[in-house]
């Protein structure tokens, strides 16, 4: 059974400052995928980022960046020089590729970027 | 328009009553799921399906209901709504691709 850790309910971070945001997750797949979504005030959820667990380098989208710990099952989101609109709950996920399975959700951390 | 869009949007019901949610996508993805969000808790897993007649129990279906009418939609029902119910609820899709496509949500609250 695959499993999401996020163990920082809350985090703060200054303007311009880049923040982590922990992932671990639990899987006994060797093929799975692990994604980052973004869920402002508003409500939607916004994907961000994807790690498959083959890929050799470190997954890069614009400011968000995933460090990809493969032996320690870390999949931790780096978002460099945080703005105000980076506050929001931040939901790590992960899929394993055998059989069909569906997207689990670890349960979340809020972020509040302080001016 | 929304590739993937939940109604109502906002409901308020009361308890016992029967309400469905409706969710329609137009990305042509096979696989639809649907998730309820409670604070504190991130995001579970009600029911989901990979095609018209393929439907799985998610980790939270006790209560709930589903039916997959075309490939594009996905119709969530609580039969007799709880107030323990009270959430937002999500419809989600996914193609051959890895991410999921996610609706706008749906705010529920049973008094």
């Known amino acids: 059974a695959q499993k999401i850790t996020q163990t920082q309910p809350g985090m703060f971070v200054q303007e311009k400052e880049a923040v982590t945001l922990d992932c671990t997750y639990d899987t006994s797949d060797q093929s799975y995928g692990l994604f980052w979504y973004k869920q402002p005030s508003s409500g939607e959820m916004i994907f961000l980022i994807y790690?498959?667990?083959?890929?050799?380098q470190n997954a890069t989208e614009g400011r968000y960046s995933l460090n990809f710990q493969k032996a320690r099952k870390s999949a931790n989101l780096v978002i460099s020089a945080s703005q105000l609109g980076d506050s929001a709950m931040y939901f790590c996920a992960m899929r394993e590729f055998s059989g069909n399975t569906p997207l689990v959700f670890g349960k979340g951390t809020r972020l509040s970027v302080i001016a | 328009d929304a590739d993937v869009t939940q109604t109502p949007r906002n409901r308020i019901t009361k308890t016992g009553k029967r309400i469905m949610l409706e969710c329609s996508q137009t990305k042509g993805h096979d696989r639809m799921y649907w998730y309820r969000q409670d604070p504190g808790l991130g995001l579970r897993l009600i029911y989901y399906s990979f095609d018209v007649k393929d439907i799985n129990k998610g980790e939270i279906s006790d209560g709930y209901s589903v039916s997959r009418q075309a490939q594009a939609k996905f119709s969530l029902s609580l039969e007799s709504a709880i107030p323990n119910q009270t959430a937002l609820y999500f419809c989600a899709t996914r193609g051959t691709r890895s991410e999921a496509f996610f609706g706008q949500g749906t705010r529920l609250t049973v008094v």
């Open positions: 790690q498959g667990s083959y890929d050799e």
